[in-house]
């Protein structure tokens, strides 16, 4: 059966059990076959003409395998050559940014426009309903059709200038000297990563283990210390624990074990918190344009209050799959 | 032990069992009680000293017996001089809407500028978190504040407005003919109910329990046939909802029965949902005002959302309390 397509490869020595391993095997291992999924992204995207489908799909894997690349080297950075790994972290962020951002304006751009056509709908139905039951009662719902088109225009011309701009920067960091010392340090890590001699010869459990521990116990504290869904919306507090989940989940696929179905459904959940908050900042931002009609800036009102609801309800949602690793 | 305020009268002979009491003891008690209620809120409105807390309390007072004289009129039609009982359940409608109506406009406006106020407060929160943050990301959210003093301005002079109208429409109904001719009803109705002579002496389970059996069906089958409560916002089959629990609840006191402790707390969840769907309408309508600024348009485009969403709230509440009755 061959492995789907984001399980995380295979060291090569399966033969051994994993708490005997030694922590630069598995460490090791792990960073190059990270390592390997980010080159082969990149010739991936390289490949691809220009922005489309295949494109989109060689940025999503970038990110996948560049995010856990990065996520090794932050937990385990005790057992690597440090300077290396915080230079070689920030180096991976701003090639995943800079090649995503064009991607994140697209659905950013997408999930507005849905949204702004379901409240339009919601709108259109509650009028027929109103103006059936009390005539004339519900007129000032009117309001939101009439603004709606513009606002979604409005939008559009933001969001569309947004990835224009992404976009060009992108080209431009392709071909920039940055992005070929990057895509050189990945390709030396693809075939070996530079472990500190003394941890990489001493058992996983030792090592490896105690580190990703740690990772677990930052996250535990950090959803104990989340203010209620419902309160005063500390959005950065949710940002902060989606960082930590997920430094909790791939530092537990470095030491071969799982951190359970429930941590992926949780992600989902925090990265719905994540797109709808700044989604809800988007319409905020659009409704700050000068000159724009007041119906404009009132759906956009509608819209943004209904963007910060759909992330309030992923906070709901996170809570009820959140489970203390 | 002296009765709670809001209890039902006991009707003088408590000492037969209620299956044996004849339909009219039981019905007639029942409506001389409420029509006794109604009188005395009447005359604790009329020395109330123009509006404030005690006319505000009087007139609550007159809503709860005038809404359950009405709901045992329209449930129990069939043992009743039918013409009369039509009649002067539409005397009663418009006595209790003319007189609670600025009291409506009120608390609408409390409602408003509470959810305003929780607004603003959770905005400057999200921009004092954003700043720390990402310094100029939120800046966007600036919107709120700006907009939301001015729309809570605009929705107070509109709600004030026609809370004096209102008000000075109440004043005028108190001096009319027409005010007089239902006092003299209920006056009446305090002493001896219009019953059906055939229906009235004969049992009460006979007569009456499959009248209030009948509303019970109809709360059950609205119930039924609700849409989902997230799904596109059908606002007239919730209030239809709203109405056929209180007939049904106010049939089960007529035969001494209890709806059950969570009618109650339904009925709460859609006297909630009423409130924040007629509080967006208000929202939408203050909106399409000529010549506001757009901040003030966007403000309001916030508040309209918000109170949608308690709107939504308080039908899961609804659903959550909801017992097959």
Known sequence: VPPPPDARPRRPAATVAVA??????????????????????L????????PGAEAAEAVRELRRSARRLSAALHTFRGCLDGAWADRTRTELAWLAATLSL???????QERLSAALQRLTETSAAQRAAGERAVAGR???????????????????????????RAHSAALRALGSARFHAVADTVAV??????LETGAAARPAHRVLYPL?????????????????PAAVREDAAWHHVRLLLRLHR????????????????????????RDAAEAAAAAASAAATPRIAPSTAYALGVLHADQRHEAEAARLAFGARWEVP
């Open 189 to 194: 890590l693809a075939h070996e990563a530079p």
């Open 138 to 164: 519900d007129a000032g719902r009117n309001a939101l059709s009439a603004g709606a088109a513009r606002a979604g225009a409005l939008l559009e011309r933001r969001l569309t200038l947004a990835r224009a």
């Open 102 to 108: 064009e991607y994140v304006y697209a659905a950013r």
């Open 20 to 41: 005997d391993t030694h922590a630069g095997d598995l460490l090791g291992g792990y960073l190059c076959g990270q390592a390997a999924h980010t080159l082969r992204a």
């Open 43 to 50: 010739r991936r995207h390289r490949e691809a003409d220009g």
């Open 250 to 273: 791939y530092a537990q696929e470095v030491v071969d074990r799982s951190a359970g179905a429930w941590a992926a459904a949780a992600t989902r959940a925090l990265d719905q918190h």
């Open 212 to 228: 990703a521990e740690q990772a677990r116990r930052r996250l535990a504290g950090a959803v104990d210390a989340l203010p209620p």
